[in-house]
């Protein structure tokens, strides 16, 4: 009985290691946490990023709130984004005039999101508008 449960304590955090991400199992999904404004969690900076869906294309914008807090100022638009499916999961991927990069999305629900670039993890979090 202890070896039992010493081979399920051994191999139980390794199989939640290799899990990706489970919360969504079609792109619609993915679209509908997505769309919103989003800003990097424990950040001082006021940049937000507006992802929204017009006819089934993906768009991004990088905003930056003003004084009025109601109002925003338009830093970059990146005109596309697509949702790759993949075996693990899906990935971002942004195409702008200047260059193209691809994100994994490793966490995502309707407040909290965690992309991965570069080997390097970004935590955002949905921003209240």
């Known amino acids: 009985m202890k070896k039992t449960l010493i081979l399920i304590l051994i191999f139980l955090p390794l199989t939640i290691l290799g899990q990706h991400l489970k ?18 969690k424990n950040s001082d900076s006021k940049t937000i990023y507006h992802y929204w869906f017009e ?22 638009d990146h005109p596309f984004v697509d949702i790759i499916k993949y075996d693990q999961g899906f990935k971002l991927k942004f195409i ?14 309707s407040n909290r999101m965690i992309l991965v670039t570069d080997n390097k993890e970004v935590e955002y979090i949905k921003d209240p508008e």
Not at 27 to 32: A, C, G, P
Not at 55 to 75: H, S, V
Not at 99 to 105: G, P
């Open 55 to 76: 006819k089934g294309q993906g768009n991004l914008t990088e905003m930056e709130r003003t004084e009025n807090e109601n109002e925003y100022l338009i830093i970059d």
């Open 23 to 40: 919360c969504c199992e079609s792109k619609q999904e993915v679209k509908s946490y997505l769309s919103g404004k989003w800003k990097i």
């Open 96 to 109: 702008s005039l200047y260059n193209n990069w691809t994100s994994e999305l490793k966490y995502l629900n």
